[in-house]
Nanobody, 124 residues
């Protein structure tokens, strides 16, 4: 069982930066692939970024490639999402997710565990 708690959301102007963090409980964190997803009002939840258990593989949605960076610290049981050059269309609730299969995060978007979400609002 893994519990995920996101933090770091907020209001930022277009062009600005935010860093989201996700703290995970459980001694098996380092065996899980992790990811970030987002859901804007009236839209379906979508994949944003994923990282393998070791951190050796990362994958990004085309819409955020080159602007967002996902990273993890297995010693601290945390995964982060650095978001730069933010755009109004990045406004959404951002969710941390975990799965014991990398493909469940970056391919099928069917992770086993979800956080409660944190709001990111980018003003124009």
């Amino acid at each position: 069982q893994v519990q995920l708690v996101e933090s770091g959301g907020g209001l930022v102007q277009a062009g600005g930066s935010l860093r989201l963090s996700c703290a995970a409980s459980g001694r098996t964190f380092s065996s899980y692939a992790m990811g970030w997803f987002r859901q804007a009002p009236g839209k379906e939840r979508e994949f944003v970024a994923g990282i393998s258990w070791s951190g050796g593989r990362t994958y990004y949605a085309d819409s955020v490639k080159g602007r967002f960076t996902i990273s993890r610290d297995n010693a601290k049981n945390t995964v982060s999402l650095q978001m730069n050059s933010l755009k109004p269309e990045d406004t959404a609730v951002y969710y941390c997710a975990a799965s014991n299969k990398y493909t469940n995060v970056v391919v099928t978007a069917t992770p086993d565990y979800w956080g409660q979400g944190t709001q990111v609002t980018v003003s124009s």
